[in-house]
Structures are given as C-alpha cells and as structure tokens.
C-alpha cells in the first residue's frame, strides 16, 4: 500500500484539495458550452456533470452536520440551483463554500455512517475530494483538455479507490463478482512509492498490505494516470501504462470495477 505524504492521515490537506479543485473546475466551466458531452460520463453533458458534482458537494454536507448514524432514506435536500445555465459556474463555488463551513465545524475523527471502510467524519471529506477531482477532470476532457494532477494528491486517490472498493457493491453490483483463488492484480506508481496488490479471493477481494512478491498482472504507471485508470477515464491499452502478466485477469478487473 501507499505512504503518500501521508495524505490519507491530514483531513485538513483534504479540505484545502476540495477548495482547490472546485476552483479548477469553476475555472473550466466559465465561459465553456455547457451543451459540450462529457466523455468519461456517457450521456451527460458539462452542464449535467455540474450538477452532479455540486449536489453530491452538498449532500455530503448536510451528511456531516448531521453526523449521520445510519444510511439515508433520502438524497433530497434543498440544492439552490441556479435559474440559468450561466449561473452553474458561481453555483458550483457557492457549494464548495457550503462543504467548508461545515469541515469548519466538524471533527474528522467523529464516528458517522459511511459506506466505505473508514466510519469516521473524514471518511466523507476524503471522498468528496476525490469526487470533485475525477468531475474536474470530466470537465477539463469535455473542452479538450488533458488534466494535470498532483502525484502525491492522486496518489491518495488510487488508495481511497482501492481501500473503499469492495464495499462498493451496493451501488455498483458487479464489485461482488470480483473474486477469485488468489489471482492477483498490483497497480504501481512510476513518479511516486504508490504500490498495491489487490488479492481476489473466493469470498471477495482486498489489498495485501506489505506483499512485495510478483503479481499475476501488474499495471504501471504515473499516479494521475493510474488514478484516471481506475476510475474508467483512461484506457489501459494507452502509451501511459505498462502491463505485465495476465491480460484476461485484468480485463475481468476493469469489467467488474466501474466505480
């Protein structure tokens, strides 16, 4: 597994990323066709991909002010969205100044519902940085633009995917079917110490932490593009990646990990 900096440890490095990445993807959006599809998103437009990006900002919000102890019966809460399209660029900041007056408040470490492994306040912060990174991202290839993202920062990302996966299944059901007899797939990192190995098991599958031994596939490349791999934005087959070993594992991988 990654040591990143220790991003995964410092919810207040979380907070300032999701500030700042809202302001890379304000940025993209002024100004742009909202109308323009959004490749990594089949069926959305820039418009739609704002949309959801704010809503989810703001839905974790009321989440951590709550402190919620149990699922949610609903995802309805009270958006405020604009009136016009040309409005949704000022909307989208004015989500990110919502998420941050309620981190102002709320200790990371206070235990709350999640779905993921982490069952503490932070865990929701994490995510909703992470959220709005791989959005900022759609946004940035919906103009024609190759995003740029910091090594260390994607990084923690790769491992909030990885580690948050296989609880996954609720809302992406084709994570169950990813099992196995020990096959296993190792993601690496060429710009940074990121390297996990992820095990499939009959009964699931998991990260084995501290296994420096071969893997049954392994996939190499920069965090940023690892972290757009995994999430379905890059291809594997592309220049970015170095593959080695078992091409079939890994095609079972991708087909059964659509996050």
């Not at 599809?37 to 949309?51: A, E, F, S």
């Not at 959005?135 to 948050?164: C, K, Q, S, W, Y």
């Not at 609880?167 to 060429?190: H, M, Q, S, Y």
């Amino acid at each position: 597994m990654s040591d990143s900096a220790g991003w995964a440890s410092a919810p207040a490095a979380h907070r300032d990323a999701i500030e700042a990445e809202t302001a890379r993807f304000v940025e993209v959006v002024e100004g742009a066709d909202l109308a323009a599809p959004v490749p990594g998103c089949p069926g959305w437009t820039l418009v739609d991909l704002v949309r959801h990006a704010g809503s989810v900002q703001r839905w974790f919000s009321v989440l951590l002010r709550q402190l919620v102890q149990q699922p949610p019966r609903s995802r309805d809460v009270d958006l405020q969205l604009p009136a016009r399209e040309d409005g949704y660029a000022a909307w989208l900041a004015a989500s990110a100044a919502e998420a941050r007056s309620v981190f102002a408040v709320t200790d990371p470490e206070a235990p709350m519902w999640a779905w993921g492994a982490d069952q503490h306040a932070g865990f929701w912060v994490r995510r909703m940085l992470f959220e709005t990174l791989v959005h900022r991202a759609d946004a940035e290839f919906a103009v024609g633009r190759r995003p740029v993202i910091d090594r260390d920062l994607a990084t923690d990302g790769v491992d909030e995917f990885l580690v948050n996966l296989p609880f996954a299944a609720f809302f992406a059901p084709k994570v169950a079917d990813l099992r196995g007899n020990g096959e296993t797939v190792r993601f690496r990192c060429t710009d940074t110490d990121g390297d996990w190995l992820v095990r499939l098991r009959p009964d699931g599958f998991g990260i084995v932490a501290g296994d420096e031994g071969p893997a049954d596939v392994t996939v190499q490349g920069t965090a940023g593009d690892l972290l757009l791999l995994v999430y379905g934005r890059l291809d594997r087959r592309s220049d970015a990646f170095e593959v080695h070993g078992d091409e079939e594992l890994l095609t079972r991988w991708f087909a059964h990990s659509a996050f």
